[in-house]
């Protein structure tokens, strides 16, 4: 009666098993291996029927033998197919092809860009070309050959960023040495401008930063004086502003230029009636300029009594600040993309 009791028994585990199996939840992949230790486990229900078989004449063992054998496939493939069931599961949850594709980020030009475009362009037309020179310079085409003298408070080593103090060689503090480059290589007729990085030791602030763009131009030719100087910069400053703004020109020092102006023009946020940005005055510095002192055109070896020329500079980001309304020179450079895309 031994084999008809195990017959029984092989029975029982199958049903019970294929029960329990089937009330686990889709996922519960605890629930599951604890099932599979249960009964596929080296001390569970199936090895323990195994075990059994040696109560058994060789004849009844091979009968149940084939029964328990067949039984043991069929929890495993139960067992796998649960759990195949589980991971499909858990890949479509990865992998939702129903949602929404995500937009890739698109870039934007950076204001700054975006404004020396557009200063570039408005000179283009009045035929000036673009050059571009040297970001670490030596103290004569930085300060020498533009006739500011050994003295110059901006010489200090608090304003300027030295990389061999003794060699004289720096961070360029203003474009300018690029005129001086260009003047040395080329004959007057000129007209140009150059635009670039320069470098102060100033500690960054919302109107201060160590690294700020400039833009300066340059016309040398016979006969240039002051009129062509606030004719083209006047032009200027209302291609670039819009032709309703005022324009004034105040007496200025550079020891570069003589005689020297600051340019402002009309408060553009407040249309000349007074506020925060022009400090209640009305109108807003825009750039310096003047006509070339003539040392200057000796040190590249012009002749100053044969030609005259004007220059001029101005500081892109603070073009940036007056034109886009931006409030503090430090998002200029946090490269946070929600303030770059505001102005493309
Ligand atoms: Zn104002």
């Not at 040395?184 to 602030?205: A, M, N, Q, W, Y």
Request: net charge neutral.
């Amino acid at each position: 009666m031994k084999l008809e009791e195990i017959k029984k028994k092989i029975k029982e585990v199958g049903e019970k098993a294929v029960k329990e199996i089937s009330t686990i939840s889709e996922g519960d992949t605890e629930k599951l291996e604890r099932w599979k230790v249960k009964y596929l486990g080296r001390k569970g229900a199936v090895n323990d029927l195994f075990t059994s078989l040696s109560l058994l004449s060789s004849e009844e063992r091979k009968e149940a033998g084939i029964q328990i054998n067949a039984l043991k496939n069929k929890l495993i493939s139960a067992y796998e197919e649960n759990k195949s069931k589980i991971e499909s599961k858990r890949e479509e949850k990865k992998v939702n092809l129903s949602f929404p594709g995500k937009p890739p980020e698109t870039g934007a030009f950076h204001p700054i860009t975006l404004i020396s475009r557009e200063i570039t362009t408005i000179f283009i037309k009045m035929g000036f070309g673009v050059v571009t020179g040297p970001e670490i310079e030596t103290d004569y085409y930085n300060f020498g050959a533009l006739n500011i003298p050994d003295e110059h408070p901006s010489k200090d080593v608090w304003d300027t960023f030295y990389i061999a103090e003794k060699e004289k060689i720096l961070l360029r503090t203003h474009t300018s040495p690029v005129q001086v480059r260009i003047m040395e290589k080329v004959s007057p007729p000129l007209r140009i401008i150059t635009i670039g990085k320069c470098f102060r030791r100033d500690d960054i602030d919302a109107t201060h930063s160590p690294v700020f763009h400039q833009i300066e131009g340059l016309m040398v030719d016979r006969g240039i004086n002051f009129s062509h100087l606030k004719g083209i910069l006047t032009h200027f400053i209302m291609e670039m502003f819009g032709n309703t703004v005022k324009v004034k020109f105040t007496p200025s020092f550079f020891p570069f230029t003589e005689p020297s102006a600051e340019v402002s023009m009309s408060c553009n946020i407040c249309k000349g009636i007074g506020c925060s940005t022009c400090h209640n005055t009305g109108y807003i510095e825009v750039l310096g300029c003047g006509m070339v002192h003539p040392q200057v055109f000796r040190n590249v070896g012009y002749n100053p009594d044969e030609f005259t020329g004007f220059a001029f500079g101005m500081g892109i980001e603070r073009l940036a600040i007056i034109k886009f309304g931006i409030t503090d020179i430090r998002y200029f450079f946090q490269n946070d993309t929600r303030v770059i895309k505001q102005f493309n």
